[in-house]
């Protein structure tokens, strides 16, 4: 029986893919093998020995301490692409929402005195100060070219929008996906210079925390809009408010609420809604619970953030180890040679690495006794040893 702790509630929809039989699922639970997150901070949480996966039922990761996790040998999984839809949809939204100043004229309707005989006048005379203009001939930049920032691009395209993509780490997947009437940027300053509008569709790291600064807000043209669905801190928020204050930018949109600029006139902040949808939050757990499944059951690696990819299929009958070890040379020889001590025959072997760590998995038919595990678990650079037994 494998059992599953759930920090945030998960949809429905994906946890009834555990088997009852073959799965406990509870937010309080004794010595979980998995992890199951979607925001809650898990930096400082004392996490149980018995945990060896961690599914993230979304994209972003930053809530999860990785590289303390990737030491102790735990695989992190996320849900690339399961919510990019719902992300798309809310970008084409803030677009329109700055552009055409959808929140300031609903807040000055909602604020106008309840007077059948004056209502209609005074609504013609101030509706001048609401005039916008349209996304069709205007030029997107979009930063980071993923499973979100392809789909926002292509949208863009279809709205009669030109846009113009940086990603130099896009994947030959996403590159396929992408219209190639997507005009490519070499450089984020390049893409700034040309844009009406900007979105970011990165993660946040050291290479994009502050990627938009005081100088880069400079290259831009005047009257921009720019719209942060990706994370905070990609933008200086300081930087950002002096480039509002001088009209260098138009509008900002952000699903991410600040202090310093939630209140100004022309900054539209929602409370971290890209991913709330139903249709997202379903998504990305009955994916979450599928990769956490194939690994529990058959120790395969999809969508791992620190795990390199090892796809496998479970097998009918016989034993599979899968041993978590430091990427260093010669540990598939000696956990090798401790087979063949042992007279235990390998039926087959697979070994891929990621930076530090590497991951094998060993498929024999005979039983493993705990003596030979302990063996294995006991060489230099060994951090994890699971035996996975198969039987019909
Ligand atoms: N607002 C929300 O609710 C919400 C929901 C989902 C995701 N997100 C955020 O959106 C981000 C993107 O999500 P995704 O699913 O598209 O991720 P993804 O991993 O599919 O795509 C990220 C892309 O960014 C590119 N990239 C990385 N560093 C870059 C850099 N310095 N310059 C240009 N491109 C760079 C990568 O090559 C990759 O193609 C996530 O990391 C997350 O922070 C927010």
């Given at each position: 029986?494998?059992?599953?702790?759930?920090?945030?509630?998960?949809?429905?929809?994906?946890?009834?893919?555990?088997?009852?039989?073959?799965?406990?699922?509870?937010?309080?639970?004794?010595?979980?093998?998995?992890?199951?997150?979607?925001?809650?901070?898990?930096?400082?949480?004392?996490?149980?020995?018995?945990?060896i996966?961690?599914?993230?039922?979304?994209?972003?990761?930053?809530?999860?301490?990785?590289?303390?996790?990737?030491?102790?040998g735990?695989p992190?999984?996320?849900?690339?692409?399961?919510?990019?839809?719902?992300?798309?949809?809310?970008?084409?939204?803030?677009?329109?929402?700055?552009?055409?100043?959808?929140?300031?004229?609903?807040?000055?309707?909602?604020?106008?005195?309840?007077?059948?005989?004056?209502?209609?006048?005074?609504?013609?005379?101030?509706?001048?100060?609401?005039?916008?203009?349209?996304?069709?001939?205007?030029?997107?930049?979009?930063?980071?070219?993923?499973?979100?920032?392809?789909?926002?691009?292509?949208?863009?395209?279809?709205?009669?929008?030109?846009?113009?993509?940086?990603?130099?780490?896009?994947?030959?997947?996403?590159?396929?996906?992408?219209?190639?009437?997507?005009?490519?940027?070499?450089?984020?300053?390049?893409?700034?210079?040309?844009?009406?509008?900007?979105?970011?569709?990165?993660?946040?790291?050291?290479?994009?925390?502050?990627?938009?600064?005081?100088?880069?807000?400079?290259?831009?043209?005047?009257?921009?809009?720019?719209?942060?669905?990706?994370?905070?801190?990609?933008?200086?928020?300081?930087?950002?408010?002096?480039?509002?204050?001088?009209?260098?930018?138009?509008?900002?949109?952000?699903?991410?609420?600040?202090?310093?600029?939630?209140?100004?006139?022309?900054?539209?902040?929602?409370?971290?809604?890209?991913?709330?949808?139903?249709?997202?939050?379903?998504?990305?757990?009955?994916?979450?619970?599928?990769?956490?499944r194939d690994f529990l059951e058959s120790g395969s690696i999809t969508?791992?953030?620190?795990f390199p990819t090892l796809e496998v299929t479970k097998n009918k009958t016989g034993s599979r180890l899968a041993i978590v070890n430091?990427?260093?040379?010669s540990m598939v020889a000696q956990i090798s040679s401790k087979l063949a001590d042992a007279k235990i025959n390998i039926l087959s072997l697979s070994n891929k690495s990621?930076?530090?760590?590497a991951y094998t998995l060993i498929d024999v038919n005979s039983d493993l006794n705990k003596d030979l595990l302990k063996e294995i678990s006991s060489i230099?650079g060994v951090i994890q040893v699971r035996n996975i037994v198969f039987s019909e």
């Amino acid at each position: 029986m494998f059992k599953i702790q759930t920090l945030n509630a998960i949809s429905a929809i994906g946890l009834e893919q555990f088997p009852r039989e073959l799965y406990e699922v509870a937010s309080e639970i004794q010595h979980p093998d998995a992890i199951l997150v979607r925001s809650q901070d898990m930096h400082g949480m004392k996490l149980a020995e018995s945990v060896i996966a961690v599914g993230r039922a979304g994209a972003g990761v930053n809530n999860i301490p990785i590289t303390e996790l990737t030491q102790l040998g735990i695989p992190v999984f996320n849900t690339p692409g399961a919510n990019a839809n719902a992300v798309r949809e809310l970008v084409i939204a803030g677009m329109l929402l700055a552009s055409r100043n959808i929140c300031q004229a609903w807040n000055y309707v909602s604020q106008l005195e309840n007077n059948p005989e004056t209502l209609d006048m005074k609504i013609e005379q101030d509706k001048k100060q609401f005039v916008g203009f349209e996304l069709m001939g205007k030029t997107l930049g979009v930063i980071g070219l993923g499973s979100i920032g392809v789909k926002v691009a292509n949208a863009a395209l279809s709205l009669g929008m030109r846009v113009i993509g940086y990603d130099p780490t896009i994947t030959v997947h996403r590159a396929w996906e992408l219209s190639s009437s997507v005009q490519q940027a070499h450089s984020v300053d390049d893409l700034l210079m040309e844009c009406d509008f900007v979105t970011f569709h990165v993660p946040l790291n050291a290479d994009t925390r502050d990627m938009i600064n005081s100088s880069r807000l400079k290259l831009l043209k005047n009257n921009v809009v720019i719209l942060n669905f990706a994370r905070e801190g990609i933008i200086e928020n300081k930087a950002l408010l002096d480039a509002l204050n001088e009209k260098k930018v138009l509008a900002y949109v952000c699903d991410f609420p600040s202090p310093l600029l939630k209140n100004h006139p022309r900054v539209v902040s929602l409370p971290h809604l890209g991913a709330s949808t139903k249709e997202a939050e379903e998504n990305c757990a009955v994916m979450i619970v599928k990769q956490v499944r194939d690994f529990l059951e058959s120790g395969s690696i999809t969508n791992s953030v620190n795990f390199p990819t090892l796809e496998v299929t479970k097998n009918k009958t016989g034993s599979r180890l899968a041993i978590v070890n430091q990427n260093i040379p010669s540990m598939v020889a000696q956990i090798s040679s401790k087979l063949a001590d042992a007279k235990i025959n390998i039926l087959s072997l697979s070994n891929k690495s990621r930076d530090d760590i590497a991951y094998t998995l060993i498929d024999v038919n005979s039983d493993l006794n705990k003596d030979l595990l302990k063996e294995i678990s006991s060489i230099k650079g060994v951090i994890q040893v699971r035996n996975i037994v198969f039987s019909e």
